[in-house]
């Protein structure tokens, strides 16, 4: 055995050797680069169109009874495919250590220039093992829809868009990274996650086409601002400002969210809270200023013209305009009763409210209605109550200078005063009992001297202790107007006390005795002569 190896060494080294001769002597005779010639007669065959150029140059193949160099050549060359092996990315990076594989096991050479040395098998080949694994409908797609050119399979770039870039309806305008809505599965429908952006969709801004929003594919630095795209929607003309999410709400557009209680200094209460926002913001609601005071709003309705100041709060609720709430009672010293509750306001408050001082005394405000004309004072709750000025009218006639007895109590007001100018009347019995005077005036004007208050006709009056008149004999018991003839004037009796002055007709001595007849007569009976 060992013989026969030796002898087909020995034949194998003699044909070399002879080769190597001959090739010698032609090249010597060809003036060719000895090396080149020499390899050039050990060509095992003719290399593949790509490497014809270094057919002679063995050396960029192959190195000098060193077959391990092999691979380290092959990548000095293949540049790109050295970075996937270090890299150990793409297919060559990611076979190149399986089984220790070396390039010469995949692609050979010198088999002639037609020859394919990639022997790629597109239906067995294993995507996987690239840098862009199949997915979706990228599984059933001709090799040929990415890798267009002949026989080159090697993808420099992999995203989405070098290859769809036809099927770009946005015209580059949302950039590159189409996986951002697209998916494998199918181009369409797009899903694109909003949630990722700065301006996530909530409530019916999930269910709105792209385009209403990104008018003619603009879709970088699109405005997040609601008014930009509802500024159609505005029927407040903008004169509410570009901020309609302070207001409005994503969920419908006709819901309100704004909370003027929380949101402004001014929380809206009673019927505030039905009113319409342009009842009060006329203008442009961030320019012009609404001042919170109710007389800023409420002037046309101030019925008291300014009269009773601009705190309308103060009487006024939010509730209803009508509805007063100023409590009379706890909110001023002056207590509010009987009439006075019912009156309105101005029929005392006739002038400005916070600058006019009213009187607090009856008299002051029912001057007018003083039928006394200021003859009782101003004191007008001695006789009057707040609950009628005309009706129960009490008043204690003890505290006047005619005190009221006997009968009087029971005779009304006006069988006394006749006017309302109660001090004008006449205290003497004769102003009201002259027609009940059937003296006639005789005995004066002084009643009271003979009659009491109980009844007209009960009278007493004692002659002997009243005058200086005694009366007695037959003068006791006589009619007051036997002596009484003529009327007293001012109640000045000027009656003579002598008996002439009455009996002078009953003188039967014609005066010739003289006028004293008491020197012979007694009052018991004129017929009695006693002589003294």
């Known amino acids: 055995m ?34 080149e010639r020499m390899e050039g007669l050990l060509l095992p065959g003719e290399l593949v169109q790509g490497h014809a150029r270094i057919e ?38 990611k076979i190149y250590n399986i ?31 690239t840098n862009f694994k199949l997915n979706g409908a990228h599984v059933i797609t001709p090799c040929k829809s990415c890798h267009k050119k002949e026989k080159f399979y090697r993808l420099p770039k992999h995203n989405c868009i070098d290859c769809h870039e036809v099927d770009d309806s946005h015209k580059a305008r949302m950039g590159e990274k189409c996986e951002n809505c697209h998916v494998e599965l ?3 429908p797009a899903r694109f996650n909003h949630e990722k952006t ?12 792209c385009q209403y929003c990104h008018v003619n594919e603009r879709y970088n630095e699109t405005p997040k601002n609601c008014y930009f795209c509802h500024y159609l929607d505005d029927v407040h003309e903008s004169d509410r400002g570009i901020k309609c999410h302070e207001c409005h709400y994503d969920e419908r557009w006709s819901r309100i969210e704004f909370d003027h209680g929380e949101d402004t200094h001014f929380k809206l209460k009673g019927s505030h809270e039905y009113l319409l926002c ?11 200023e609404v001042k919170s005071a109710c007389v800023s709003c409420h002037k046309v309705h101030d ?47 006739k002038g400005h409210v916070f600058e006019e001082k009213l009187p607090k005394t009856c008299g002051k405000c029912h001057v007018l209605d003083d039928t006394h ?23 204690d006639h003890a505290l006047t200078k005619f005190p009221l007895h006997g009968a009087h109590p029971l005779v009304t007001c006006e069988d006394c005063h006749v006017t309302d100018r109660y001090k004008d009347t006449n205290k003497e019995c004769d102003s009201c009992h002259e027609k009940d005077d059937i003296h006639k005036r005789k005995l004066g004007t002084q009643c009271d001297r003979c009659h009491g208050p109980e009844d007209w006709l009960v009278w007493e009056f004692d002659h002997n202790k009243q005058t200086d008149y005694v009366l007695d004999g037959a003068h006791d018991g006589l009619d007051c107007h036997a002596c009484h003839t003529v009327k007293i004037v001012e109640n000045k009796f000027d009656l003579a006390t002598n008996c002439y002055s009455c009996h002078a007709k009953d003188d039967n001595h014609v005066g010739m005795l003289g006028k004293q007849c008491e020197k012979c007569h007694i009052t018991k009976s004129f017929k009695d002569i006693v002589i003294q």
């Open 198 to 209: 700065k301006f996530p969709l909530r409530n019916n801004h999930r269910d709105i086409a």
């Open 303 to 349: 019925s008291h013209y300014g009269l009773y100041g601009k705190k309308c709060q103060d009487c006024h609720s939010e509730k209803k305009w009508l509805d007063i709430v100023f409590n009379h009672d706890k909110d001023t010293r002056y207590i509010l009763k009987g009439e006075h509750k019912e009156l309105a306001c101005n029929t005392c408050h």
């Open 278 to 288: 342009k009842d009060c913001h006329e203008g442009n609601i961030f320019e012009d």
């Open 99 to 129: 089984a220790n594989r070396e390039c010469y096991t995949c692609h050979t050479d010198h088999k002639g220039r037609d020859m394919d040395i990639v022997q790629l098998d597109e239906e067995m080949l294993d995507h996987n093992n």
């Open 373 to 395: 004309r200021g003859q009782e004072g101003d004191k007008c709750e001695t006789c009057h109550n707040e609950k009628s000025w005309i009706e129960k009218v009490a008043f």
């Open 186 to 188: 199918a181009w369409l």
């Open 2 to 35: 060992a013989s026969k190896r030796f002898l087909a060494l020995l034949s194998s080294y003699l044909f070399f050797s002879s080769t190597l001769f001959i090739g010698c002597i032609a090249i010597a005779s060809a003036a060719i680069d000895p090396i």
């Open 56 to 93: 002679k140059k063995c050396d960029k193949c192959h190195a000098p009874f060193d077959k391990s160099k092999q691979n380290k050549l092959c990548r000095d060359c293949h540049e790109e495919i050295d970075k996937d092996i270090k890299k150990e990315s793409n297919f060559h990076g």
